[in-house]
């Protein structure tokens, strides 16, 4: 008896222990901060205006800022830009310097770098870094390349470290038409739409795995702490 309670012992302090890694190792993936292209991939017509953001998602103790977005100048034309460091939807608490904050479109290139100072706080969520508009001269594809650095803050005049931070990209794949056609009469198919099997979020998962593990560990507990039962046979005289 003692040795199945202890087994039994063994087994839930193991899934309770798989569980403390699994889930915080989901909130770490979810809060991976990225500098991302926004839309990532767009498809324009020749002459179209095009809008870009650069978004910032998910920081931790922002307090500088060098962001570098690149495009081909071939394809696409800059019309206007915009940072917004230091306002309500942007990123960096302020007072903000504006460091450098240029557009070149000879080389198709945009650099924003700037940092809060004192007496502001450090920044933490997500937000707009700029945007910029173009208009597209030319049919082809044109990659968005965006790379940045990202300072934390570094109280009582000590050094800032680098934020990891993954970049992500874009690509413009400019047409010279719309890419739409004439519409025809429709084909009847004979095929039936094929049943698409809806996507549970992990996290659901594993609740669900939770409450079922721990019914099925509360009935075997039950099972084998339950009370055996000894007839005692009084010997004939």
Request: aromatic share 6%; net charge neutral.
């Amino acid at each position: 008896m003692r040795f199945e309670r202890k087994k039994t012992s063994i087994i839930v302090l193991l899934f309770v222990a798989s569980l403390l890694i699994v889930f915080p190792f989901q909130m770490v993936k979810a809060q991976t901060t990225t500098v991302t292209v926004s839309p990532q991939n767009s498809t324009p017509v020749v002459g179209q205006t095009l809008t870009i953001d650069i978004q910032l998602n998910n920081v931790q103790n922002l307090y500088g800022v060098d962001v570098t977005l690149d495009w081909n100048p071939a394809y696409l034309s800059l019309q206007t830009n915009q940072s917004f460091v230091g306002t309500s939807n942007g990123v960096l608490d302020s007072p903000v310097l504006v460091v450098q904050d240029t557009a070149s479109q000879a080389i198709g290139e945009y650099h924003l770098v700037a940092t809060s100072y004192s007496p502001a706080g450090a920044f933490s969520g997500s937000g707009t870094i700029g945007t910029l508009t173009f208009t597209v001269t030319s049919a082809g594809q044109s990659s968005l390349t965006v790379s940045s650095t990202l300072a934390s803050y570094a109280p009582n005049g000590g050094t800032s470290e680098v934020i990891p931070a993954t970049d992500v990209s874009g690509t413009v794949d400019a047409t010279s038409t719309s890419s739409s056609s004439p519409s025809t009469s429709p084909t009847p198919s004979s095929s039936s739409p094929t049943p698409t099997i809806p996507e549970f979020p992990l996290i659901a998962v594993l609740s669900i795995c939770v409450i079922l593990s721990s019914i099925a560990i509360a009935l075997a507990v039950k099972k084998i702490i339950k009370p055996t039962y000894v007839s005692i046979i009084k010997p004939q005289k």
